[in-house]
Structures are given as C-alpha cells and as structure tokens.
C-alpha cells in the first residue's frame, strides 16, 4: 500500500516536494519510482532510486531540477522538485520496482499544477 | 532519443480476439528490455498485467497473454470483455534504472 502527498497547486519556478509513505510492503527491499502522467496523455517515468539510496537515475527533462530520495526506516519516498514548470503538471505516482524491472505496486497519486 | 511505440487505438468485438503491439523507433524489443504491460481505466491508477515478456501478475485472467511478435513485444486479449475496456500502456526497461514508456493503446470493446 502507498500513499503520495504533498502535491498542489504551485507557481512557475517554484518546489514542492512529494512524499510516499510505504505499508504492508517491506520497503527497503525495493527499488522505488516515480512515474507521472500529465492530464489527458500517457505514462512518463520520472525517477528512480535503488534499494539503499546510493543510485539515482532520472528522465532527462527532470534532470538537475528533482532529487529522489528515500529513507528506509521511515518507509518513505520522497521527491524535491524545484525549478516547476508548466509542463510538470501531471499526476504523480509513486511505484515499487519488483525483480524483473516492472512496475508492482502503484499508489493512487498526488496531483501537482504548475498554472501558466 | 528512445521512442516507444504503440497503436494509439484499437477496436476488438466482446469475445473477440485482440493483439497490441510495442515497438522501438529504431531497433528491436526483445526479451533483454523486461517489457511489462500496464491497464489504466479512467480515472484510477494504472496496474501491472504482465511482466518479463510474459508473465501474468497475481490475479491477472488468463485471457491476457504477453510474447514476442518479430521485433516487437506484444500483448494478447483472447475473449474480450467489456471491462477491458482501458488503456494499455508498454514499458521498456532501457538501461540500469531508466524506463521508457510507449504513448498508450486506447482499446474499446463494442
């Protein structure tokens, strides 16, 4: 079970930082995403951050301006996102990576807005 | 840049049979890229069908069936039904912690 929040509404060129928290999953066996999904289009891998936080891997559009993180002892997920966009607005998904490099578990999402 | 591709929509009849398709915009999908298949209703978070090529996870009906097609990755739904009415997204494991997903299949049943 994970559960996203921290997402809202924000203006251009500013952060917010989305937070995922972990139950009935042991969570620091798993590799952690983000996935998003922008109103009306499709599925865009964010982030991704292996098991003990040492590897951090990111889409090129994002590069530079979010940072994954996670802390195993709280069961969480975390993602600073700083320098918002217009084009960030999207429903942001928190996801478990299983062995076998596939998506296994979702959340429901956090919606963020960046107003143009 | 690796683009991901799949029919943007596709037509199948209730019991009918119906096979989609993901493609590379230059190169071939194989086995090495993990390829999973996700269905997303309106509305709610998407989900896992099948993984690893061909993998069904827990719980998916065993109408749905994931292979290779040539140089392509494809899923089948044999006996469709009206709630497979979704969209149905492939997902490609490029490299060491970086996916990319193709633009998604709108499938109707009627």
């Known amino acids: 079970h994970l559960v996203e929040s921290g997402g809202g509404l924000v203006q251009p060129g500013g952060s917010l930082r989305l937070s995922c928290a972990a139950s009935?999953?042991?969570?620091?066996?798993?590799?952690m995403s983000w996935v998003r999904q922008a109103p009306g289009k499709g599925l865009e891998w964010v982030a991704n951050i292996i098991l003990d936080g040492s590897e951090r891997y990111y889409v090129d559009s994002v590069k530079g301006r979010f940072t994954i993180s996670r802390d195993n002892a709280k069961n969480s997920l975390y993602l600073q996102m700083n320098n918002l966009g217009v084009d960030d607005t999207a429903v942001y998904y928190c996801?478990?990576?299983?062995?076998?490099?596939?998506?296994?578990?979702w959340g429901q999402g956090t919606p963020v807005t960046v107003p143009s | 840049q690796t683009v991901v591709t799949q029919e943007p929509s596709f037509s199948v009849s209730p019991g009918g049979t119906v096979t989609l398709t993901c493609g590379l915009s230059s190169g071939s999908v194989s086995t090495d890229l993990y390829p999973s298949w996700c269905q997303q209703t309106p509305g709610q978070a998407p989900r896992t069908l099948i993984y690893?090529?061909?993998t069904r996870s827990s719980g998916v009906p065993d109408r749905f069936s994931g292979s290779i097609l040539g140089n392509k990755a494809a899923l089948t739904i044999t006996g469709a039904q009206a709630d497979d009415e979704s969209d149905y997204y492939c997902?490609?494991?490029?490299?060491?912690?970086?996916?990319?997903f193709g633009g998604g299949t709108k499938l109707t049943v009627l």
């Open positions: 009935g999953v042991i969570f620091r066996s798993y590799w």
């Open positions: 996801v478990t990576v299983a062995s076998g490099y596939y998506f296994d578990n």
């Open positions: 997902v490609l494991y490029m490299t060491r912690g970086h996916w990319v």
């Open positions: 690893n090529t061909n």
